[in-house]
């Protein structure tokens, strides 16, 4: 029998007076990939940050190699052998790609040979197989691309055990495909990957055994082969969930809410034209990098286009900001939530009220501050925002629910137009049927929402249209109820016409 090149024992950490993580006891072995799954803040990113020397475990034991460590840094655990990538990538946007990938290394001689440094970046970067030049500035970088360096990064240094907590969010399907390769590479040559993940089927497709926690604590740990879907959501959320992702039927009511005509952005997109309804819901579809976003941007004022119509229930509008936005009705929900979606130090409360102050102030411009906790108060009810405190830093809660309260910052506004990229990246299954009830919910009270999305099945179950783009224009345009994801993901790749695919 091998044993575990990590290994965890009766692990506690407590953040006050939350339990993150209760008695947790953990083994990774070589050459093996262990998926790891649970529901918003049941505590996935606690645990790895525990392995990795962010947090100091309130008590419990970490062994490498059967010896007990303890990790005061990553740096620690990185000569340790244990590296990890985050959610949300962690570059330096002032350095280049291959200062990013090198910075980490606590070696780092007086002299830097910077031939070599980018040599051997370039290595790095192409054993990923991707096209970057390493002499690119981090902040010039999409998500994915961030992704990569972080992962070139880890590569970088000598791992033994590779955390990845959910590194396929921000990526296509053609990146994930690539990162699947990586790991199943890492792992022939012996290391330990441990995979997070809120999409079942990577765990099917990948792992060779599979963790489940809940509120802390391990429920199970079995090989991927002797669970089933159902299982698994059974064990993540502690009851049976049924009737996920069926198709409810269209509340459009026939009249046009905006209207968009041959809406250009030179170097960007060109020639996007189409309606949105009044309780419709259009969804976006299309690859990483189709420029869908930088549509949303327009609408919403913060790169406001070059040429073109916006109509908003039958008037000519001009957008130039986004104060012009959300006086006109449109709220928009970014899918980076660190650069225009929240602030991490403001309370939770304070976050979702921000864009509405003027609703919270009397004539004299003080805040009621009741009044905004009772609208806080109802939106953690709503979306099940998981924390006792909703004057705490909303950099303390999980990465899924801080998506949910950037949601709940926009829904607070009382759109008429809603806009929102990757409404469910990074919230976990129950969660998710929740925030595509509060879209049904929005659309069955007139909303016009579009919403941009590169889960395919999301955009199968919620869209009344789906708008294909390709590369800054639109490939194609289908009605919901008739397209089919392989129709969609055709024309999103490259199939020349809707008539190819149909
Ligand atoms: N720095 C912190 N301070 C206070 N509480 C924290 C901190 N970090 C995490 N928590 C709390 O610990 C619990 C577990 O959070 P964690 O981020 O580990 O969840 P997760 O399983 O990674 O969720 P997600 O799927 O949403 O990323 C949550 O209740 C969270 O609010
Ligand atoms: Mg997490």
Excluded at 155 to 179: C, K
Excluded at 329 to 343: C, H, M, P, W
Excluded at 436 to 445: E, K, N, T, V
């Amino acid at each position: 029998m091998t044993n575990p090149i990590l290994e965890m024992r009766n692990v506690h950490k407590n953040f006050g007076k939350t339990a993150a993580l209760s008695n947790f006891s953990l083994a990774l072995y070589p050459g093996e990939i262990h998926a790891l799954v649970g529901e918003n803040g049941a505590g996935k990113s606690t645990l790895i940050k525990s392995m990795t020397g962010i947090h100091q475990p309130s008590s419990g034991e970490i062994f490498v190699d059967g010896k007990k460590c303890t990790f005061r840094s990553t740096q620690e655990s990185q000569a340790g052998g244990v590296a990890a990538i985050y959610q949300e990538p962690m570059v330096f946007p002032d350095l280049n790609i291959a200062e990013n990938i090198f910075i980490s290394h606590h070696d780092r001689p007086a002299f830097i040979n910077w031939k070599q440094m980018y040599d051997e970046a370039e290595k790095l970067v192409a054993r990923l197989g991707v096209n970057l030049d390493v002499h690119r500035a981090a902040s010039s970088l999409t998500l994915a691309e961030q992704q990569t360096v972080e992962i070139a990064r880890a590569i970088s240094l000598d791992v033994r055990v590779l955390i990845m907590d959910e590194p396929s969010a921000s990526l296509s399907n053609h990146e994930v495909e690539r990162l699947f390769g990586i790991a199943r590479s890492l792992r022939d040559q012996g290391v330990a990957v441990l995979y997070i993940s809120h999409r079942l089927e990577e765990v099917f497709e990948l792992s060779d055994k599979v963790t489940v926690m809940r509120d802390g604590e391990h429920i199970s740990t079995k090989p991927t082969a002797e669970v089933t879907h159902d299982t698994l959501v059974a064990e993540m959320v502690g009851r049976d969930m049924q009737g996920r992702f069926a198709r409810v039927p269209s509340v459009a009511t026939g009249e046009t809410m905006l209207s968009v005509k041959g809406l250009r952005k030179f170097g960007e997109f060109r020639d996007i034209s189409f309606e949105v309804q009044k309780g419709e819901i259009v969804c976006f579809s299309g690859l990483v990098g189709a420029k869908r976003t930088d549509v949303a941007l327009a609408l919403f004022g913060i790169e406001p286009a070059d040429e073109g119509q916006i109509e908003i229930d039958g008037k000519n509008v001009e957008i130039a900001t986004p104060k012009d936005a959300i006086e006109m009705g449109i709220a928009y929900v970014s899918e980076d939530r660190r650069k225009l979606g929240i602030a991490m130090e403001e309370s939770i409360t304070a976050n979702i009220t921000l864009p509405m102050l003027a609703r919270y102030a009397n004539k004299m411009g003080l805040i009621n501050t009741q009044l905004e906790h009772e609208d806080a108060q109802n939106y953690r009810e709503k979306l099940n925002i998981k924390t006792n405190d909703l004057d705490g830093a909303v950099g303390t809660l999980s990465g899924g629910n801080q998506q949910k309260v950037m949601l709940a910052k926009w829904l607070n506004t009382n759109p008429t137009i809603l806009i929102v990229d990757e409404p469910t990246r990074g919230i976990d299954v129950g969660a998710k049927a929740e925030v595509h009830q509060i879209i049904h919910d929005l659309a069955a009270a007139g909303v016009a929402i579009l919403i941009i999305s590169s889960d395919l099945p999301e955009v199968m179950s919620l869209a009344d249209k789906i708008i294909v783009m390709r590369e800054g224009h639109i490939a194609g345009i289908f009605a919901g109820e008739d397209a089919s994801e392989e129709q969609v993901m055709r024309l999103a790749v490259g199939a020349k016409t809707q008539e190819e695919v149909a």
